[in-house]
């Protein structure tokens, strides 16, 4: 296992407190991808293949 620096911890807590909405946006993607790959039923999947064509329509992508 890879041992990290006092310095280089310290770096990444002033990285996560100055970049905390990006912080969100990335821990909340790899939950729906966890949750995609090994938790979602098969209803669940169908309700998220609703939603993303819900938000494709609304960031008015045309696939």
Do not use: G, H, P
């Amino acid at each position: 296992m890879v041992k990290v620096t006092e310095a280089r911890k310290k770096a990444n807590k002033k990285w996560d407190e100055n970049n905390k909405e990006r912080v969100q946006y990335i821990n909340k993607r790899s939950a729906t991808k966890s949750f995609i790959l090994n938790l979602a039923t098969e209803e669940d999947l169908k309700n998220i293949e609703t939603y993303i064509v819900e938000r494709k329509t609304k960031l008015d992508i045309n696939n």
